[in-house]
């Protein structure tokens, strides 16, 4: 049997976001969140639920605490709740919040666990919200202030930031899809919201480095990596079509290449730009492409991309996974995508550090008679997946670690609570948790710095 061993230096860890676990939404001078508004509204949210309570970290965290230090959690990715700390996103600070924080950080620390902080994982203000929200440029500047005031008190013991979590959700499946909060379905604020962000990304940055000497600050950008169906014209267009709607246009000016030229042609076509990149001011392209220490990759599945609507296009050559290789979701269960896109991302961009952010599935598995929970699909899709990622660091690829999604089952958004990503089992009525198989294989995973294959 064959032994796949990680460098000795792989950081091994789990990620959460504040609104999917913390609840206590107006515990101790919270302001109100585009998710509280959102998740209140009805017809939002599939099964009608909200994320008040949620897992309860917000009370439960020193529990939590313990329960990933049995897990051998070597590092654990949490975002911080924007209107905990400023409760109208900007002015007044709520020193509850920075408190609730610097517990959560201090007893990471004491548990040996390095903190990962996301500092904005889609919870605007509503405040802020009301005025315009991220379609504004006020909004970036507002988020500076913020940046400053979570770096100052916690820059002393953090020592890696992440900035925002997935622009393209922020922007697009939120201002032009309509699915996530604000839920809106307009072009032209979804392109205005995917710059402020990268803008107020770019402003962030030296804000976080004054304030917390010695940090690591990266961004992490989700990837759905697209491929065409077959080998026509048109499904090779479809493909670059997607890539760059999904990836080309957050990655591409973060590194100094600017806004791609053919998706924006393409946007002022269709008329998604109606005065052109006037949003664009001197000097933000430059601040966008603001040095950064990693980029963090969250990746579940690939695309397969085909022009249907093309009258001469060959049949499709290139097949999706069975329906049966696909978690309940809907998604399939592709690993192979995740080593080429840190192929990619190390090869065409010159990444100078990696960290896989995300990287999960959602079964519902849950105990049975012996109060066990064997989610034998989530330990395959994991196992699959750290082989990928070993071969792409045998590549070269500087992978740095590796963030499992989720810790614990959560409130997954506009799914509600139809869905669980957790290595742990939530039981949401009593707030019960459990390590499910998967969390007991990934302990040992991490005890080992690897796995031996054909041992599971």
Request: glycine share 8%; with cysteine.
């Amino acid at each position: 049997m064959h032994k796949l061993e990680f460098p000795t230096d792989f950081l091994w860890g789990a990620a959460t976001a504040a609104y999917q676990i913390e609840g206590a939404w107006q515990a101790d001078g919270k302001g109100e969140s585009i998710w509280d508004r959102f998740t209140h509204t009805l017809g939002k949210i599939v099964d009608g639920s909200t994320g008040d309570v949620a897992c309860d970290h917000y009370h439960r965290w020193a529990d939590d605490i313990a329960l990933m230090k049995s897990l051998n959690i070597q590092s654990y990715r949490f975002s911080v709740a924007w209107p905990r700390i400023l409760p109208a996103g900007r002015g007044q600070v709520n020193q509850a919040g920075l408190d609730f924080y610097s517990r959560l950080v201090d007893g990471l620390l004491a548990a040996d666990i390095m903190p990962f902080v996301t500092l904005y994982h889609w919870d605007l203000p509503q405040a802020l919200q009301d005025e315009g929200g991220w379609p504004q440029r006020s909004t970036a500047e507002a988020f500076v202030e913020y940046t400053d005031v979570i770096s100052r008190h916690l820059g002393d013991r953090v020592k890696h930031w992440i900035t925002h979590n997935e622009p393209w959700c922020i922007a697009f499946l939120s201002h032009q899809i309509g699915e996530h909060a604000p839920g809106w379905q307009n072009w032209p604020a979804a392109l205005r919201t995917a710059h402020h962000t990268l803008l107020s990304h770019g402003w962030a940055v030296p804000v976080i480095l004054r304030n917390s000497p010695g940090a690591q600050v990266g961004i992490t950008l989700n990837f759905e990596p697209a491929e065409p169906a077959s080998a026509s014209i048109a499904d090779l267009h479809a493909a670059r079509r997607r890539e760059g709607y999904f990836s080309r246009w957050f990655i591409d000016p973060l590194y100094g290449r600017h806004y791609p030229a053919d998706m924006v042609a393409e946007y002022e076509t269709a008329g998604y730009l109606p005065n052109g990149l006037d949003f664009v001011a001197d000097g933000d392209l430059a601040a966008i492409a603001a040095k950064t220490d990693f980029l963090g990759v969250n990746y579940y599945t690939r695309a397969v991309a085909r022009d249907e609507d093309a009258p001469d296009n060959l049949p499709q050559t290139v097949f999706v996974a069975p329906l049966d290789e696909r978690t309940e979701m809907g998604w399939e269960v592709y690993p192979q995508g995740l080593y080429n896109l840190l192929n990619r991302l190390h090869f065409e961009y010159q990444v100078p550090k990696l960290y896989v952010t995300e990287n999960g599935c959602s079964y519902s598995d849950g105990p049975n008679d012996q109060g066990e929970i064997v989610d034998q699909r989530r330990l395959n899709y994991l196992r699959d997946h750290f082989a990928a990622v070993r071969r792409a660091i045998s590549n070269g690829v500087p992978l740095a670690g590796y963030f499992v999604w989720s810790l614990m089952d959560n409130f997954e958004w506009a799914k509600g609570y139809t869905q669980r990503f957790g290595i742990v089992w939530v039981d949401y009525a009593t707030q019960q948790r459990i390590p499910k198989a998967s969390a007991l294989w990934y302990r040992d995973v991490i005890r080992n710095n690897g796995w031996t294959e054909g041992e599971e």
